[in-house]
């Protein structure tokens, strides 16, 4: 912890400081630190993923545009249409598997995403990162 500590004196947090945060385990604020710590060494660690969602494509648009040799014919505007409320930027932020002591369910996954104060992802987020991140594919 040595940068980290070196970066906190740097900036004018004194190690009492931060001592009396803790010992008076004042929750909402380690809770707080925690999660600014957890979003900057996820985003170091390339597991958050930015881009914006056009209103101007259709979903057979954002397919075509991936590197699939196949696409399932039900994935189609009819079935998937681009929703005008997820136009925007939007963020994917992977929660790996192994942040767990076990092996988690989609549902413990979602509800550890919640927590963290994420939104669930939508199909139209899937698409659009298949097209913009082919090379991450799992």
């Known amino acids: ?20 945060v803790t010992k008076r385990k004042n929750r909402a604020v380690i809770t707080e630190m925690a999660t600014a ?6 985003k170091a660690a390339k597991r958050i993923f ?3 969602i056009r209103p101007d ?3 057979e648009q ?13 994935v189609n505007s009819a079935n998937f249409p681009m929703r005008p409320s997820i136009v925007g ?3 994917l932020v992977f929660i790996e598997g192994s942040e767990f002591d076990h092996n988690p369910t989609s549902e413990e996954v979602f ?14 987020d899937a698409l ?10 799992g």
Do not use: C
């Not at 710590?37 to 996820?42: C, L, P, R, T, Y």
């Not at 659009?128 to 594919?137: I, K, L, S, T």
């Open 57 to 59: 494509e259709t979903t």
């Open 50 to 52: 930015s881009f914006v």
């Open 37 to 42: 710590m957890a979003f900057a060494i996820a």
């Open 111 to 124: 509800a550890e995403a919640e927590k963290r104060g994420f939104t669930r992802p939508t199909y139209e």
């Open 89 to 91: 930027a939007r963020k």
């Open 1 to 20: 912890y040595t940068r980290l500590d070196e970066e906190l004196e740097r900036l004018g947090i004194a190690d009492e400081a931060i001592e009396d």
């Open 62 to 74: 954002v397919l075509f545009a991936t590197q699939h040799t196949y696409v399932n014919q039900a």
């Open 128 to 137: 659009w990162f298949d097209r913009e991140f082919p090379n991450e594919q």
